[in-house]
Structure formats: C-alpha cells, structure tokens
C-alpha cells in the first residue's frame, strides 16, 4: 500500500532490495501480501541449517540481554562489529546503554538505556572507527521521530 492508502501490485525488482536495505526503508509505503517462491527441500536438511544458524547466534550476539540487533550495516569486505572492537570499544557505556562485551555491534540496554543513549553512544562507535579506519559506517537500526536537540538535552558524554 502506498502511502496515499492506494493499493498497487508489484515485482520484487520495484522493491530494490538489497543487502539490509530497500525502497521500503525510504517510504511510507507498506508490503500487505507477499508469494514466494520456495523450493521443496529435505525436512532433516532444513533442519539441521536452523540450528547450525540458531547456536552461531546463541554463541555470537548478546541474545539474552534487550537490544535492537545489529546497530551498523557491515562495511564491503569488513565487518562492523570487529571494526568497533578493534576501537577497544565493548564494554563502553553511556547512560544505562553498553557496547556488548559479546559483539560490538549491539548496543544493549544494561540498567534503563534511553534512546538517546543508545544514540550517542552509537555516535562514539561511528565517530571512533571513522578516526581509526576512515571508515563510515552506515545504521541498520532507524531513529524514528523527532530528534531535533537529542545531542544538547542528552548532555556529555
């Protein structure tokens, strides 16, 4: 549906879909139904694929702690979560909002994290690899709503 509350059909191919990214990250524009094409595969082999992806979770993100996931796309050829590691950044705390010890790009609530200290401290992250690789990571995560004066109301940091 599309903004205007129009209901149009199409291809996946209009959706630009990419890696973390799509036309839909950039509208108000809403996906109502899909169909997908699946292909019919052994039940013990799909299996064994969701728990192959289920413990390198268990065993590689802070699942166990609230969080939005993965904070920073990761850069080509590279990864986000080494690159803020590699700044000796887990563990760094702003307000009640941490750096994981697990996976550096999750920024996890430890003790009542507001949104503006999951931002700022995401803003330490970005600036520090910047410095460090000359590297700009992009967001995953969306802050929605007005952040109009977050850095000033927020205080140091």
């Not at 959706?15 to 039940?43: N, Q």
């Not at 009640?96 to 401290?121: C, P, Q, Y």
């Not at 992250?125 to 410095?131: D, G």
Request: charged residues 30%; hydrophobic residues 40%.
């Amino acid at each position: 549906m599309q903004a205007d509350g129009v209901e149009v059909e199409e291809p996946a191919q209009a959706l630009a879909l990419s890696y973390r990214d799509s036309r839909l990250k950039r509208s108000a524009d809403l996906i109502l139904t899909a169909t997908f094409r699946l292909r019919p595969t052994d039940p013990a082999s799909i299996k064994a694929r969701l728990d192959e992806i289920r413990n390198w979770r268990r065993e590689h993100q802070p699942l166990s702690q609230p969080s939005a996931g993965s904070v920073f796309r990761n850069p080509p050829g590279d990864s986000a979560g080494r690159l803020i590691d590699e700044c000796g950044l887990k563990g760094t705390r702003v307000g009640g909002a941490a750096i994981s010890e697990k996976h550096a790009n999750f920024i996890v609530n430890e003790s009542d994290a507001t949104a503006s200290d999951v931002r700022r401290l995401a803003e330490r992250a970005k600036k520090a690899v910047a410095v460090l690789f000359g590297i700009d990571l992009v967001y995953e995560v969306q802050f929605i709503g007005d952040w109009s004066g977050w850095e000033r109301a927020a205080g140091p940091g």
